[in-house]
């Protein structure tokens, strides 16, 4: 499958500067979020997630951040890579339980050299 | 490699014609999922599986089926294909407990385009 997204708000970057992309969440129950990475033609991959009692969670290069005051999660990408160009996600549970998700409308991230 | 196969990778259809899509995961995983993504929309949650022998539906079930006869198959049946099932479509699979404990594992997804 091809990646797809035509209409999505697009964030360019230099290679070596840092990336934020941010989302905006609905759920105030929701227990956790967790970040997505899709490439071109591929399936999503899961970055890195954070429970709703932390503020800051750090990974590799990326640091995710929650403002539940305003419903608002944001993923920093440290000096951007071009293999970092994708289309990044949010997503939540489902209500109900069995692991469902509820993702946002994704941002493409465009790293240019 | 283990994972989450979906077939076929491209389809075009006919108004009115029918089809599956296949996904088949190698993880044991007990819950398995079909999302769609549409341009400038998140993936949305078209049917899910709890278990061999079980479905349920999602957020957008109008116009497809599901089975899961096998634990490691799920798919999913467009009986009448319409031009507004357009899309991409991917599987994906988990294991019980939360997505944050475990995560998803998805497919590379199905473009499907009805003329």
């Known amino acids: 499958g091809e990646s797809v997204g035509l209409h999505l708000p697009t964030l360019s970057v230099q290679e070596g500067d840092n990336s934020i992309i941010n989302c905006a969440y609905s759920?105030?129950?929701?227990?956790?979020f967790i970040w997505y990475k899709q490439e071109s033609g591929k399936g999503p991959q899961f970055i890195i997630d954070?429970?709703?009692?932390?503020d800051k969670r750090q990974g590799q290069r990326v640091t995710v951040l929650l403002n539940k005051t305003v419903k608002h999660l944001s993923l920093q990408i440290a000096a951007t890579q071009p293999g970092d160009s994708a289309v990044y996600f949010c997503?939540?549970?489902?209500?109900?339980?069995?692991?469902?998700?509820?993702f946002g409308a994704g941002t493409r991230l465009a790293v240019h050299p | 490699n283990a994972g989450v196969t979906q077939t076929p990778k491209f389809r075009v259809l006919k108004t009115g014609q029918s089809m599956t899509l296949l996904c088949a995961q190698d993880?044991?995983?007990?819950?398995m999922y079909w999302y769609r993504q549409d341009p400038g929309m998140g993936l949305r949650l078209i049917h899910y599986?709890?278990?061999?022998?079980?479905?349920a539906k999602g957020e957008v079930p109008d116009g497809y089926n599901v089975s899961r006869l096998k634990k490691q198959n799920f798919l999913l049946g467009l009986e009448s294909a319409a031009p507004s099932q357009t899309s991409v479509y991917f599987c994906?699979?988990?294991?019980?407990?939360?997505?944050?404990?475990?995560?998803?594992?998805f497919g590379s997804g199905t473009r499907l385009t009805v003329v």
């Open positions: 599986s709890v278990g061999e022998g079980t479905t």
């Open positions: 997503a939540e549970p489902f209500s109900g339980g069995y692991n469902k998700l509820i």
């Open positions: 993880m044991n995983h007990e819950y």
């Open positions: 759920n105030s129950a929701s227990d956790y």
């Open positions: 954070i429970r709703s009692n932390m």
């Open positions: 994906a699979s988990s294991r019980p407990g939360t997505a944050f404990d475990y995560g998803y594992t």
